[in-house]
């Protein structure tokens, strides 16, 4: 019986396939830098923001689930840190 094996990528790879695929609607995926800046902000960690309009499009987003809803994370492909 085969195995079921999954391709690595790396968060790096991952926000780099989703701000190519955001960039057309003028949105970017932003890290919160520094633990007083994920703590204190109401954002999270991860969130977009469309830099046109300087508004924030989406707070305390999970960068795998974004990149498999807009289609840059394919099934066989798992997340490494």
Known sequence: ???EQKVPI????LIQRINRKLR???EVLKIARGSRAESESD???YFIVN????????????PEAVG???GV???YERLVD
């Open 1 to 3: 019986m085969a195995t």
């Open 10 to 13: 790396s968060m790096r790879a």
């Open 24 to 26: 057309h609607n003028g």
């Open 43 to 45: 954002v999270g960690r």
């Open 51 to 62: 830099t046109k309009r300087n508004l924030l499009v989406n707070d305390h987003c999970d």
């Open 68 to 70: 498999r809803e807009i």
């Open 73 to 75: 994370m394919a099934e």
